[in-house]
C-alpha cells in the first residue's frame, strides 16, 4: 500500500501501516520527510508513480484535496486503485474528487480523522469513512489500524465529512474557550491543579448538558426548568468583563456573550440555551 503525505498526520498513518505489518511506501512532496520514515520500516518512495505503482490501496493525507488531486495527477493510471482520502476539503470538494477518481477507474473512499496523530492506531481513536460500502469491506482491516473506534459511516461519499466539519464547530469553538478561560485563570493565579479540576467536571457537565441540547433541537421544545437563556446572557456578561479585566483576549467569549444577548432581543430569554438555534 501506498501513504501520500508524510506531515505530522500522514507520517503516523504510514508509521501505523508499517507496524501492523503491512508494506507501505511513502510519498512527501518534500522529500526528507517520506525518508524519516525509512527507520519505521516505511519504504520511502521519490515520486507519486512509483509509490502507487503497485500499491492497491494508496492512502492520501496532504492539508487539502486540492493537493491530493494535485499528487494524483502524477501518476500515469489510476486504474483498479482503491483511494482513501484523509485531506479536508468541502463537500464540493469530496463530490468533484469521487467523479475525477471514478472517471479514472478507481475506487473510492473519503474520510475524516477524529484524533491527533499520537493517537493513531490506539483503540479510543477515532477515524470515519464514507463511500461505498463494499469498497469498506475490502479494506476494512487495513484502516481499522488505525483506531479502534474508527467505522464506516455513510454510504454517500461526502458523508464523513459532513460530520467532520459540523462537529468541528463544536471542538473547536470549545478549546478556543478554553484558551482563554485558562489564561484568564492563571492571570488570576489559579494553579494548573485547580484548572484540572474545575476542567474534568466542566467536562462531565458538557457530556449531560450536550445530550439536552441535541433532544431539544431535534424536538424543537426549548422549554426548560433549568436554566433560562436569561440566567446564561447574565452570567455570560460577567465572565466576558472577568476576562477583559484579566487582560486576555476575550474574542470568543465576546461573540458567545452577542449571541445570548440576540436571543434575548429575539424574545428567547425565557427558553432553555438550545433555543438559541432559532435565531
Ligand atoms: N494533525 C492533526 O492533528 C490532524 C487531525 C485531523 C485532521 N488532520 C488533517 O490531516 C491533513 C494533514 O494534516 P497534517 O497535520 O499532517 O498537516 P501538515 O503536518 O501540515 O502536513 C501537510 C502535508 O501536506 C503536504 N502538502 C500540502 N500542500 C501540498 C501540495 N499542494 N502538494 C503536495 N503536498 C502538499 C505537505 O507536504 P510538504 O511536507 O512538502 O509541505 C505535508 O505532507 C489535513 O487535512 C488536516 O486537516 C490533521
Redesign the pocket.
Known amino acids: 500500500m501506498a501513504v501520500l503525505?508524510?506531515?505530522?498526520?500522514?507520517?503516523a498513518l504510514a508509521r501505523r501501516f508499517a507496524a501492523g505489518g503491512l508494506a507501505v511506501t511513502a510519498w512527501?512532496?518534500?522529500p526528507h520527510?517520506a525518508e524519516a520514515l525509512a527507520a519505521d520500516g516505511v519504504r520511502p518512495s521519490a515520486s507519486v508513480a512509483e509509490a502507487v505503482g503497485e500499491a492497491g490501496l494508496v492512502v492520501v493525507?496532504?492539508?487539502?484535496i486540492?493537493?491530493a488531486r494535485?499528487?494524483l495527477e502524477s501518476a500515469p493510471s489510476l486504474a483498479g486503485l482503491t483511494v482513501v482520502n484523509?485531506?479536508?476539503g468541502t463537500h464540493d470538494d469530496v463530490e468533484t474528487l469521487a467523479q475525477w477518481l471514478g472517471e479514472r477507474g478507481a475506487s473510492f473512499l473519503d474520510g475524516?480523522?477524529?484524533?491527533?496523530?499520537e493517537q493513531i492506531g490506539e483503540p479510543s481513536a477515532m477515524l470515519v469513512f464514507s463511500g461505498s460500502a463494499q469498497v469498506w469491506a475490502a479494506h476494512e482491516p487495513t484502516l481499522m489500524l488505525l483506531g479502534g473506534r474508527s467505522r464506516h459511516v455513510s454510504d454517500d461519499i461526502s458523508g464523513a465529512k459532513g460530520l467532520y466539519l459540523g462537529s468541528g464547530a463544536f471542538f473547536v469553538t470549545a478549546l478556543a474557550g478554553f484558551v482563554e478561560s485558562t489564561a484568564c485563570l492563571l492571570q488570576r493565579g489559579h494553579t494548573l491543579e485547580e484548572i484540572r479540576d474545575t476542567t474534568l467536571y466542566g467536562l462531565e457537565l458538557l457530556r449531560h448538558a450536550t445530550e439536552e441540547v441535541a433532544a431539544a433541537i431535534e424536538s424543537g421544545r426549548h422549554e426548560t426548568d433549568q436554566a433560562t437563556i436569561h440566567v446564561f446572557a447574565d452570567g455570560a456578561r460577567k465572565v466576558l468583563g472577568e476576562l477583559q479585566s484579566a487582560d486576555v483576549d476575550s474574542s470568543v467569549m465576546a461573540a458567545v456573550s452577542r449571541k445570548l444577548d440576540a436571543a434575548e432581543h429575539a424574545g428567547l430569554g425565557h427558553l432553555g440555551y438550545s433555543a438559541q438555534s432559532l435565531l
Open positions: 503525505g508524510c506531515g505530522l498526520m500522514g507520517s512527501n512532496r518534500t520527510r493525507c496532504l492539508s487539502d486540492d493537493g494535485g499528487a484523509l485531506s479536508d475524516a480523522t477524529f484524533c491527533y496523530p
